[in-house]
């Protein structure tokens, strides 16, 4: 059966704003990595509680469904962007011809001349950890390093005849600030998709994408969100809100954040 042409399958490339939304029934949350992943697992072992001016400016990303609505103002932290000091995207021949598994760390470091107990090491060992672990209850998980195999992972989970749309969060003017209060400027617009996935950066030497999505349609909600800065910043948001977080680590950081017990309402 084909979808009818208003609908796309979505893939995203998680840039900037995270959004939280809660449901009557159940909790929902939808997220954007704007920074390194690592960061909020770093702070799960924090109690933290639903007050943007008690913690820490890096996790003002995570939001209620009062905060969600035109003529809102909040603070967000948006990440600041380097290309210059970026990770290198390698093509899919560069990426396959370098082992990616927690089994090589060793021979990694090696390779990229990174001492054992570094930062970067550090880091290293987080991403092959989270990529070789397995998908929870009806997800697709993948990590990408490179735009070949992203395309090949997001064909294999959509179909290869279906249409993909590309969203991620873009802003209009030189960013300047990485820590502000933003007003939604217009009503959030819901963008129709039956199935998505989700792209994340994450920390590593090169371009690492981790890749994910739900297999059954209409577990998430995805919408494009206008944000105005107080310093006339202007931010073309996509945010993506997982309907059900029954299912999930009990210690996610947004819990903590929000003062909330996954599947339930604040």
Known sequence: MRLASAFWNLLFLYASLLLLIVSARKTTIGFKNAYNIKKFHDHQDHDQSHDHHMISPELNVFFTPNDFQIGKTMPVYFPEKNLSSS?????????????????QLQYLLDYFSFPKNSPQAQAMEYTLRQCELGPTKGEARFCATSLES??????????????????TTTHLKDKNTLFQNYTISEKPREVL????????????????FYCHGQLQSGE???????????????????????????????????????????????
């Open 193 to 208: 998709t039956p199935r998505m996935i989700g792209c994340h950066t994450m920390p590593y030497p090169y371009l690492v």
């Open 150 to 167: 992203m395309l090949d992972f997001a064909l294999d989970f959509f179909g290869s005849n279906t249409r993909i749309k590309v969203l």
């Open 220 to 266: 998430n909600k995805v919408f494009e969100i206008s944000l105005a800065g107080e310093n006339g910043e202007r931010v073309e948001s996509t945010a993506v809100c997982h309907m059900d977080t029954s299912h999930w680590d009990r210690n996610h950081v947004s819990f903590r954040v929000l003062g909330i017990e996954p599947g339930s309402s604040p």
């Open 87 to 103: 990770p290198k995207l390698l093509t899919k021949e560069e990426a396959d011809s370098i082992p990616f598994s927690l089994s």
